[in-house]
């Protein structure tokens, strides 16, 4: 009866490593097995990782029930430090939301990378999904630091790095992404430690 469960797991172990996005979920806890250890290796304290989270939903939450389908917005807040992508149809809409977000509890600072014009297209978004992916399992493979101590947004093929870092992750992080295949720019929007 063992053997019928070694065959399948043994195949899952081998096949793993050709899906890099998959072994990415995998690895950073993001599938849900490895959270607590991926939480525990986080420089964010739990509270903290917890809070960053509430920031995101509230954020959603707010701009959806202000701007409806009208927007595409992306948040994503590390160490309460919370970034915007994703494009809006005028300079207004940009400016609502950045203050729908600062307000919300415990936001420590916005970097509004909003674009003003259309929404972006699926093939777009597919190709920035395929990007992170390349530079996180990048970041694996160059072994140079913590992988979940530098967070991956792409938007327009743009990288945008967060994390609380020091100056060496973050010149390793940043070289990373630069030399990735279809990173149009890289923009760092990190805490430094010593």
Same mark, same amino acid.
Do not use: W
């Given at each position: 009866?063992?053997?019928?469960?070694?065959?399948?797991?043994?195949?899952?172990?081998?096949?793993?490593?050709?899906?890099?996005?998959?072994?990415?979920?995998?690895?950073?806890?993001?599938?849900?097995?490895?959270?607590?250890?991926?939480?525990?290796?986080?420089?964010?304290?739990?509270?903290?990782?917890?809070?960053?989270?509430?920031?995101?939903?509230?954020?959603?939450?707010?701009?959806?029930?202000?701007?409806?389908?009208?927007? &595409? $917005?992306? @948040?994503?807040?590390?160490?309460?430090? *919370?970034? +915007?992508? /994703?494009? #809006?149809?005028?300079?207004? %809409?940009?400016?609502?939301?950045e203050q729908l977000v600062r307000?919300?509890?415990?936001?420590?600072?916005?970097?509004?990378?909003?674009?003003?014009?259309?929404?972006?297209?699926?093939?777009?978004?597919?190709?920035?999904?395929?990007?992170?992916?390349?530079?996180?399992?990048?970041?694996?493979?160059?072994?140079?630091?913590?992988?979940? &101590? $530098?967070? @991956?947004?792409?938007?327009?093929?743009? *990288?945008? +790095?967060? /994390?609380? #870092?020091?100056?060496?992750? %973050?010149?390793?992080?940043?070289?990373?992404?630069?030399?990735?295949?279809?990173?149009?720019?890289?923009?760092?929007?990190?805490?430094?430690?010593?």
């Amino acid at each position: 009866m063992q053997n019928l469960y070694r065959k399948p797991t043994l195949l899952l172990l081998l096949l793993l490593p050709f899906f890099s996005g998959c072994a990415l979920l995998v690895a950073t806890g993001v599938a849900g097995v490895g959270t607590g250890v991926a939480v525990s290796q986080d420089r964010r304290t739990g509270g903290m990782f917890v809070e960053d989270q509430g920031i995101e939903l509230k954020s959603d939450r707010r701009i959806s029930e202000k701007m409806g389908s009208n927007v &595409h $917005v992306n @948040v994503t807040s590390f160490n309460r430090n *919370v970034l +915007l992508t /994703g494009e #809006v149809p005028s300079e207004s %809409a940009k400016k609502e939301i950045e203050q729908l977000v600062r307000d919300v509890d415990h936001v420590r600072a916005v970097t509004n990378e909003i674009t003003v014009g259309p929404a972006s297209s699926f093939t777009s978004r597919s190709n920035d999904a395929l990007i992170t992916s390349k530079v996180k399992g990048r970041f694996m493979d160059g072994g140079r630091f913590q992988i979940n &101590h $530098v967070k @991956v947004v792409t938007e327009d093929s743009v *990288v945008y +790095l967060l /994390g609380i #870092v020091t100056v060496d992750e %973050a010149g390793s992080a940043v070289d990373i992404a630069r030399s990735t295949s279809g990173v149009r720019k890289v923009v760092k929007v990190f805490e430094y430690i010593n």
